[in-house]
Structure formats: structure tokens, C-alpha cells
């Protein structure tokens, strides 16, 4: 049984109260909050077992080495995939970032890549840098519910489309993207496929499949902490590829002026990593297995279909995104109108937005405790798409209830009266 | 949403729209909001003879450019340049946070820029 109130017990944060009220955190889309199993595993890791790894013969370190290891391993697990596949990085941010670095030296100029308009900024500007290479940055569409324009995306699939990489769930539209098809169709045409699942792994059951090429995401995300993400390889790409970085750690033989490199993962992961991130996303992925994340799913699915009838009631509201819960994850992105604001502004001829500012929503939020983000949430094309400059979002996870969802709704619902 | 002062401020702004005379113009957007206010500002001998603004953007920052052009005008360019941020923000009709310091102290950002624009 899913038992919200249990859940929420699990989570320290979660007890804190602002002002003599409890806190309604609705932006695990930006960062999750702790479990005290993740915490407690920090906190023993570095009590019982801390020490450099793959360096030391004594015992602690080869200690502190499998913990580094297993976690490794129980992230590939967690994902389908094989152990070595799995590089430790800081977050989506530098998985993506490294597969710029290291894939550019294969491409050329009027080479294409394919990326979508709902991307986060980590899934665009490393993508960018090779325009100033002669290499073409394609944008597929989005249709005005809020989908990926698959033909518009088969379009834009051209020869030289050397690399498509795609976001699995909006963090604004909360759209779920097709990425089983989207990555036939990149196989069909040649291209590597890479996933942006920053916002999928941590809400979905998640599979890596034999066409996905790369698969990027963070930590803290999922309940982990921050400054440990992933990037998954297919084992043949990540003996194929360069590394990013370079010094301690990687290496199986420096001469003076010649080096080889250790086999991957470890190739990519130069310097003392992150043990304490690792061990703690392990702990994550563990709690997170207990709760079964087909369950997560449809927890967050529920929470969704709520909170967006309830906002279909109010008609000050906007949202973006898919209408359908079913094909979008637990975030919802929204705008207020206030139409006394907007008829006192109108007759005095002063242009207003149509809507109330999102900060402005956000702050007045932010007065009950309840802690939504606001402004463009990294993703200014999309914003430029929709035509607006900002969004309010409110986002579920794993310890959210209906009552969250309904004090925001009613809170809202505030606005548009005064 | 914030109080009274404030919106009936962000309602009836008193320095909404250019002024009849300007010799200065600035945009200052704000890349974290999207907000986006342009002041048209009238210097005579080094002070402020007349300051209005346009734009959009959140209360905060609307209210904010209004206030500060009320403050402004009839001050020499080096006071107003001058004023001291903590200061401004304290005296705001609402507290403000953090994390809307840009909001409030957009206007004081941009208008140091007049110097620049008058050394030239
Ligand atoms: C879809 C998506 N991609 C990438 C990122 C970047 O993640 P990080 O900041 O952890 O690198 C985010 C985080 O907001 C995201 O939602």
C-alpha cells in the first residue's frame, strides 16, 4: 500500500514548520527532498568508511571503493543496464555537457543535430557551441497541446542528422515524450540517440533500451543528494569515445609524453569522485525500489488528474501542457489572470500583462508556505513558443498528498477574488 | 496580493508613459523574469528634471520603477546613483525577499547606466 502520511515521516524537511504552519514544497522538479535513509547513509558513509578510492591498498579504501562500486552497480540495475555503462558525473548538466565535448571531434561542419523546442537549457546550449563548428541546430515542434510534432520531428530528421537528443519529460509541459519511436526513427537514419531523462528516471518505471545511445540525469532529482548525476553509455560508444577530462584516477600508464587511459566508466571520471553523492543515490534508488516506481507513477498521475480539475474550475487559470494525465508526468505549469486588475488597467489605457506575474504568484504562494517555482525554468525557447515570459509550476513527488494539491488550488482560487 | 500601497501603485502608476521632454533613454530587461522597463529620463544641469517609464513585468519591479522615478526627479544624477540598495529595499511598502531583490532593484541598476550615457 502507497501510504502517503508514512511516507512524508521518512522525510525530515518535511516536519519543519514556517511561521507555526507546515510546508506545502511543490518544486521537486528543481531539487527533491531527503529521505533520513539517504541522509543516514552520508552520514555513515563518512563515520564508518570514508577514503579515496581506486588509489589505496589498505582495507578502508578498498571498503570505501565497493561501496563506490555497488552503488555504481545498483544504478545500472535500476536502469537496465550493465554495471560499466555507467559513468558518475555532477549532474544532467555535465553528462550532456561531456558528450558535446567528446563527440565534436567526430563531426564537421553542416553536420545537424535534432533537438526539440520543450528542452531544458542543459539539453540545448552544449548543443549550441557546435554552431560556431558550422554544425546546424535543429528545433522539432511542439503542437498546441503541448506534444512533440512527430512529423515535424521526422521532418527535420535529415542525413546529416549526426545526433538527436531529446528530452523523455518536459519540465515545464510535463509532457512524456515517444522515446522508444523517436529512437527507432534515429536508428533508422543513422543518428545517435540520446535521452534527457532528468525528469523521467526519478517519476517513471525507466528501461534503457539497445537504440538509446546516452542517457543523462541527476541525483537530486530522485531523493539523492546534489552534485552526483549519470550518464549512461552503451558499452561500445564509451570504449569508442575520447575522454573529457583528464588526470588522476583515469589512467592505466603515464610516460612523459604518452599516456593510456583506464577502460570505462572510470576513463570519464578524472580526479576524486563524488563517493559520498554515489552512496547516497544508491540509498535513493533503494527507497525508491521499496515504493516500486510503477507506484510513484501512478501516485503522481493521480495528484496531477486532481490538481487539474481543480484548475479547470477556475477559469483565471492557464495551464500548459497535454490535457490528459495519463500522457504527461507530475508537473503543472500555470499562469493567472486576474480580470479586475486587467478591466481597472484597460480603462485607464496602461498596458498590463495579461497575466499576474509568476514571481508574483510565487510570492503571494510563497505567504501560505506554499512553495511553487516561478519564471522561465530553463527553458527560454519553449517560453518564446508559448508567447509568454514566465510560468508558475507547481510539481508532485513521491510525499505529496491531495491536500497539497487542493491548498494550492484554493489558494489560488484567492487571487482572482480580492 | 502585497498591500494596498502597492496595488494601487501597480494599478495607477503615477510615472507611466514618457514624459513631454527626454534626453536620455535606457532599457533594462531582466533576463531571470522577463521583465523588460525602458525610462526616458530629462537632465538639466546634471539632475533629474523629469523621469517616466515604460514596460512590463512583475508587481514588484513595476511598482519599484515607479517609486523610483517619484524619488528621483528634482535629485542631482550623482545622489540618485548613489542611493544605497539596503536602504531603498528597506524602505519598500512591502518586505521584500530574497529572492526578489532583482524585482525591487532593477530600476537602481539600470539607471546607473545614465552616467555612462552622459560621458558620452
Ligand atoms: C529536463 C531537464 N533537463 C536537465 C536538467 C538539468 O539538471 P541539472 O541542473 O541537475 O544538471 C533539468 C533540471 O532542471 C531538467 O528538468
Redesign the pocket.
Given at each position: 500500500m502507497y501510504d502517503v502520511r508514512t511516507i512524508r515521516e521518512d522525510f525530515p524537511i518535511l516536519n519543519r514548520e514556517v511561521n507555526g504552519k507546515r510546508i506545502v514544497y511543490l518544486d521537486s522538479?528543481?531539487?527533491t527532498q531527503k529521505p533520513r535513509k539517504v541522509i543516514d547513509a552520508i552520514v555513515d558513509y563518512y563515520e564508518n568508511y570514508n577514503a579515496n578510492v581506486h588509489r589505496s591498498v589498505y582495507k578502508l579504501a578498498a571498503e570505501a571503493t565497493d561501496l563506490y562500486e555497488n552503488a555504481r552497480k545498483n544504478v545500472g540495475d535500476f536502469i537496465g543496464a550493465k554495471q560499466e555503462e555507467i559513468v558518475f558525473t555532477?549532474?544532467?548538466?555535465?553528462?550532456?555537457n561531456l558528450l558535446s565535448y567528446t563527440l565534436e571531434s567526430s563531426m564537421k561542419k553542416g553536420d545537424r543535430i535534432l533537438i526539440s523546442e520543450m528542452?531544458?537549457?542543459?539539453?540545448i546550449l552544449p548543443w549550441m557551441r557546435l554552431e560556431e563548428k558550422g554544425i546546424l541546430l535543429d528545433y522539432a515542434k511542439i503542437d498546441s497541446n503541448g506534444y512533440l510534432d512527430i512529423e515535424d520531428f521526422k521532418k527535420k530528421l535529415k542525413k546529416e542528422t549526426r545526433i538527436v537528443s531529446i528530452?523523455?519529460?518536459?519540465?515545464v509541459l510535463g509532457t512524456i515524450n515517444p522515446i522508444d519511436e523517436l529512437s527507432s526513427l534515429a536508428k533508422e537514419n543513422g543518428s545517435i540517440f540520446i535521452v534527457?531523462a532528468?525528469?523521467s528516471v526519478p517519476h517513471m518505471p525507466f528501461r534503457v533500451n539497445e537504440n538509446f545511445d546516452y542517457v543523462?540525469f541527476?541525483g537530486?532529482?530522485m531523493l539523492g543528494p546534489l552534485g552526483i548525476?549519470v550518464l549512461y553509455g552503451k558499452r561500445e560508444n564509451l570504449e569508442n569515445l575520447q575522454p573529457f577530462l583528464r588526470g588522476g584516477e583515469m589512467i592505466k600508464d603515464v610516460d612523459f609524453h604518452k599516456v593510456s587511459f583506464e577502460d570505462s566508466p572510470i576513463k570519464f571520471e578524472a580526479g576524486t569522485p563524488n563517493v559520498e553523492g554515489a552512496v547516497g543515490l544508491s540509498a535513493a534508488i533503494d527507497y525508491l525500489q521499496d515504493l516500486g516506481m510503477d507506484n510513484v507513477r501512478t501516485h503522481e498521475k493521480q495528484l496531477t488528474k486532481y490538481l487539474m480539475l481543480k484548475f479547470a474550475d477556475n477559469k483565471n487559470i492557464t495551464v500548459y501542457g497535454p490535457n490528459e494525465a495519463e500522457k504527461r508526468g507530475g508537473v503543472v505549469a500555470f499562469n493567472v489572470k486576474n480580470s479586475q486588475l486587467l478591466r481597472k488597467a484597460k480603462n485607464e489605457g496602461i498596458r498590463l500583462d495579461d497575466f499576474i506575474h509568476s514571481h508574483d504568484i510565487a510570492s503571494f504562494l510563497d505567504d501560505s508556505n506554499v512553495y511553487v517555482r516561478s519564471g522561465h525554468?530553463?527553458a527560454q525557447p519553449l517560453m518564446r513558443t508559448l508567447k509568454v515570459t514566465g510560468t508558475a509550476r507547481a510539481s508532485f513527488y513521491v510525499y505529496n498528498d491531495f491536500e497539497d494539491a487542493e491548498i494550492l488550488a484554493s489558494k489560488l482560487g484567492d487571487i482572482g477574488v480580492q | 496580493m502585497y498591500n494596498d500601497e502597492v496595488m494601487e501603485r501597480y494599478q495607477n502608476p503615477r510615472f507611466y508613459g514618457k514624459p513631454g521632454k527626454y534626453n536620455i533613454s535606457l532599457e533594462e530587461s531582466s533576463t531571470t523574469c522577463g521583465d523588460h522597463i525602458h525610462f526616458y529620463i530629462e537632465i538639466e544641469d546634471g539632475k533629474v528634471k523629469d523621469i517616466g517609464f515604460e514596460g512590463n513585468g512583475c508587481i514588484i519591479s513595476m511598482v519599484s520603477s515607479d517609486l523610483f522615478c517619484e524619488s528621483a526627479r528634482g535629485k542631482t544624477v550623482e545622489e540618485v546613483v548613489g542611493t544605497d540598495p539596503d536602504k531603498y529595499v528597506s524602505e519598500f511598502p512591502v518586505p521584500i525577499s530574497p529572492g526578489r531583490l532583482n524585482c525591487a532593484l532593477l530600476p537602481l541598476k539600470s539607471f546607473k547606466k545614465v552616467q555612462e550615457k552622459l560621458k558620452k
Open positions: 522538479t528543481a531539487t555532477r549532474n544532467t548538466t555535465e553528462s550532456l528542452e531544458h537549457h542543459s539539453n528530452v523523455h519529460q518536459s519540465n534527457d532528468a525528469q543523462a541527476s537530486h532529482k548525476g525554468h530553463c | -
